[in-house]
């Protein structure tokens, strides 16, 4: 089956450093999204990645490694508004979406 | 410019009640999608639209039935609504192109419904 993983839930602090991970198992890829949803709001994009390295885009940086299946959100210089659910998904050779559960970030001050 | 809505955005209805979840865009995508989420799980879709007139059945389709008779609205109707269909509906769209699922996804606000 089609699977992807991702921490249920992170605490960080403010200021700080935080690298969400995720991992797949997809029949095939065509790309790989990240999103952030605030709660009780609907999910925004952030990033699609479909060929390996890193994609910068301000100070949210996602990573992508097709040969290990994993790929991880970077966010820098956080801040409390950050503190939300980051959602990975990933199109499989099929073209359909496959979405993790999601990863809580906390951010305390 | 609305982007992506969604009506209603709360409704709590009887077991075997029916009701109908209206998507409008007004950015002229060729691609809409009906999602419900769920704690704990992932996005599930239930179905999909590739064109004004067409649909699909997605992961979850059971229960629920679609129509897309205009390019800009996409509907989800439950027919004999169940306590298992308790959750957001989120409707997307996206631009379309020649690979589905490969470009930015644009969501409406939810529907948050509650069957008891």
């Known amino acids: 089956g089609q699977n992807i993983d991702q921490p249920t839930e992170m605490t960080a602090t403010e200021g700080a450093i935080v690298q969400i991970n995720c991992t797949y198992q997809?029949?095939?890829?065509?790309?790989l999204f990240w999103y952030q949803q605030h709660a009780g709001e609907a999910p925004t994009f952030l990033s699609y990645?479909?060929l390996d390295g890193l994609e910068e885009k301000g100070r949210f940086s996602s990573f992508l490694s097709r040969s290990k299946g994993y790929s991880y959100l970077l966010l820098k210089e956080l801040q409390m508004k950050d503190s939300a659910s980051y959602l990975c998904?990933?199109?499989?050779?099929?073209?359909?979406?496959?979405w993790g559960a999601g990863t809580k970030l906390i951010i305390k001050p | 410019n609305a982007g992506v809505t969604q009506t209603p955005k709360f409704r709590v209805l009887k077991t075997g009640q029916s009701m109908t979840l209206l998507c409008a865009q007004d950015m002229n995508h060729e691609y809409m999608y009906w999602y419900r989420q769920d704690p704990g799980m992932g996005l599930r879709l239930i179905h999909y639209s590739v064109g004004e007139g067409t649909t699909a059945k997605g992961e979850v389709p059971d229960g629920y039935n679609v129509s897309r008779l205009k390019k800009q609205n996409f509907l989800l109707g439950l027919e004999s609504a169940a306590p298992s269909q308790t959750s957001v509906y989120f409707c997307?769209?996206?631009?379309?192109?020649?690979?589905?699922?490969?470009?930015?996804?644009?969501f409406g606000e939810g529907s948050r419904l509650t069957v008891l």
């Open positions: 990645n479909v």
């Open positions: 997307a769209t996206a631009s379309g192109g020649p690979d589905p699922n490969t470009g930015e996804l644009f």
């Open positions: 997809t029949s095939g890829f065509n790309g």
């Open positions: 998904a990933v199109t499989d050779s099929n073209y359909q979406l496959i």
